[in-house]
């Protein structure tokens, strides 16, 4: 993952799941809803699973509305962010004066502030426990508040750990392709399917159920019956999908 562009060019200091920190964030602060413009949410895969649900969209219709594509720096992976409203302050279009509208549902991204994550997963001397910081910004009081967490109780009151077991594979894919040399590229083909399986569910199980997909691929009826109507496990299918077929011989085993 990338560090947010408030900390471009800092060592961000590394916190684990015991550390802790003092934070709260209400409509009492008087900064409520500002980190909610001005910025760049990367959007994950459960992301729009389950913003596509709140909206009653699907997920080509999620896409060309709220969403922009981007190739991932150093990955060249496709990747998309929210794309942002056309007002000075290039705001977030789920947030109002008295908050976020889609909360429940909010982005992995909004779930984790002020924390920021990076994974360290396929690199010399990560450990489980995973790689947190701060992201600091000028504008943010809620480290005035009295209010104590660690990062593991604030992950599981944000509900964000829920988020990250379900996107792990993904992030996963994407961090081992970071790690390879530029020089390994891959075809277009191979990003139009990780764009597919990654941010279009509803494409990807078009594209399952209405080819030769399971003829070549077969799975066990189980399965076949669950991902029928499981958004969830579909993703989980695909990617796993992605890595034993499409990145074969690229990702070593």
Same mark, same amino acid.
């Given at each position: 993952?990338?560090?947010? $562009?408030? +900390?471009?060019?800092? @060592?961000?200091?590394?916190?684990?799941?015991? &550390?802790?920190?003092?934070?709260?964030?209400?409509?009492?602060?008087?900064?409520?809803?500002?980190?909610?413009?001005?910025?760049?949410?990367?959007?994950?895969?459960?992301?729009?699973?389950?913003?596509? $649900?709140?909206?009653?969209? &699907?997920?080509?219709?999620?896409?060309?509305? =709220?969403?922009?594509?981007?190739?991932?720096?150093? +990955?060249?992976? !496709?990747? @998309?962010?929210? $794309?942002?409203?056309?007002?000075?302050? $290039?705001?977030?279009?789920?947030?109002?004066?008295?908050?976020?509208?889609?909360?429940?549902?909010?982005?992995?991204?909004?779930?984790? =502030?002020?924390?920021?994550?990076? &994974?360290?997963?396929?690199?010399?001397?990560?450990?489980?426990?995973?790689?947190?910081?701060?992201?600091? *910004?000028?504008?943010?009081?809620?480290?005035? *508040?009295?209010?104590?967490?660690?990062?593991?109780?604030?992950?599981?009151?944000?509900? #964000?750990?829920?988020?990250?077991?379900?996107?792990? *594979?993904?992030?996963?894919?994407? @961090?081992?392709?970071?790690?390879?040399p530029p020089n390994i590229k891959l075809t277009e083909q191979a990003k139009r399917l990780f764009f597919m399986v990654s941010y279009n569910i509803d494409k990807f199980r078009e594209f399952v159920?209405?080819?030769?997909?399971?003829?070549? =691929?077969?799975?066990? !009826?189980?399965?076949?019956?669950?991902?029928? +109507?499981?958004?969830?496990?579909?993703?989980?299918?695909?990617?796993?999908?992605?890595?034993? #077929?499409?990145?074969?011989?690229?990702? !070593?085993?």
């Amino acid at each position: 993952m990338d560090f947010p $562009k408030t +900390t471009q060019g800092i @060592v961000p200091v590394k916190i684990g799941m015991s &550390s802790r920190f003092q934070f709260d964030c209400h409509k009492g602060v008087r900064c409520f809803t500002k980190c909610c413009r001005g910025i760049g949410i990367t959007l994950t895969p459960y992301d729009i699973i389950r913003l596509k $649900k709140r909206l009653g969209l &699907s997920s080509d219709e999620f896409l060309t509305i =709220y969403a922009e594509p981007h190739l991932l720096e150093k +990955t060249d992976l !496709p990747v @998309v962010t929210l $794309k942002l409203l056309d007002d000075d302050e $290039k705001s977030c279009p789920f947030v109002k004066a008295d908050g976020c509208i889609i909360y429940q549902d909010r982005p992995t991204t909004c779930r984790y =502030y002020p924390l920021g994550v990076a &994974s360290l997963m396929h690199k010399e001397g990560a450990d489980e426990e995973g790689f947190f910081f701060f992201v600091n *910004e000028d504008h943010c009081l809620g480290f005035e *508040e009295k209010k104590e967490w660690t990062v593991s109780e604030w992950r599981g009151n944000q509900g #964000v750990d829920i988020h990250d077991d379900i996107n792990a *594979e993904w992030t996963d894919l994407v @961090v081992r392709k970071r790690s390879f040399p530029p020089n390994i590229k891959l075809t277009e083909q191979a990003k139009r399917l990780f764009f597919m399986v990654s941010y279009n569910i509803d494409k990807f199980r078009e594209f399952v159920f209405e080819s030769t997909f399971l003829t070549r =691929y077969p799975a066990d !009826p189980e399965t076949v019956e669950k991902i029928r +109507t499981d958004d969830i496990a579909l993703l989980r299918f695909g990617i796993k999908w992605l890595k034993e #077929v499409l990145f074969k011989s690229t990702f !070593p085993q």
